[in-house]
């Protein structure tokens, strides 16, 4: 059987600097590629090595092994669901056994079932409005918020429904934090996302 490979631009052990989880050590896999191109995007697409589904899966349970409390694996990008393979990815991970799996995603690809069904965490940042599939099935979103509101428009995000609904600051945009926090103000149910990663420095 022919071996599956994946770009992967890095994997590394750190804490969950947004969201639900933000705080808690996690295993990130951060696949390259988009079907995006946002000017704030934190992922360099043109450095990535291909990788075997064996090699990723192997390299994220050295990194868990070390500290037996990580069982977070959050799989990220770029966009994941690009990627066709990314199905045989989840299933691996989830047949270690070990690793509770989120993954993150902008909601844009139409065809995430397959995956979905391997996913214990959706995590939602949404570019436009969400695909059907990730609308169903998202545990949280979360909406980027710049100097002058949301990124989506604002009809979009009053639509956007689940458990757990946060803003967060585009990193180093002037005012976009008190946009943030008029938003949670104005709006039932929002909170605060930051990005404790960049804020203190940790990797």
């Known amino acids: 059987m022919p071996k599956i490979f994946l770009p992967v631009n890095e994997i590394f052990c750190s804490v969950q600097g947004e969201g639900y989880w933000a705080g808690e050590f ?27 589904i064996e090699a990723i899966v192997k390299k994220a349970e050295a990194l868990a092994r070390p500290a037996p409390k990580v069982t ?3 799989v990220t990008g770029g966009e994941p669901h690009i990627h066709k393979h990314l199905e045989n990815l989840l299933k691996a991970l989830k047949g270690t056994g070990r690793f509770r799996i989120q993954v993150e995603t902008n909601g844009t690809p139409p065809r995430t079932e397959h995956c979905l069904k391997y996913v214990d965490w959706l ?12 609308a169903q099935r998202a545990n949280e979103y979360k909406v980027l918020v710049g100097k002058n509101g949301p990124i989506i428009p ?27 926090m008029e ?21």
């Open 26 to 52: 996690a295993v990130f896999i951060r696949l390259s590629g988009c079907n995006m191109n946002c000017p704030f995007c934190d992922t360099d697409h043109a450095k990535f090595e291909e990788m075997t």
């Open 72 to 74: 977070h694996v959050v």
């Open 123 to 134: 995590t939602c940042s949404p570019k436009i409005r969400p695909s059907l599939p990730v």
């Open 154 to 180: 604002k009809r979009v995000v009053e639509t956007l429904r689940a458990d757990h609904l946060y803003v967060q600051p585009v990193y180093g945009e002037p005012g976009a934090a008190r946009k943030c």
């Open 183 to 203: 938003w949670v103000k104005e709006h039932e149910g929002w909170k605060l996302s930051g990005q404790l990663h960049k804020m203190y420095a940790m990797r």
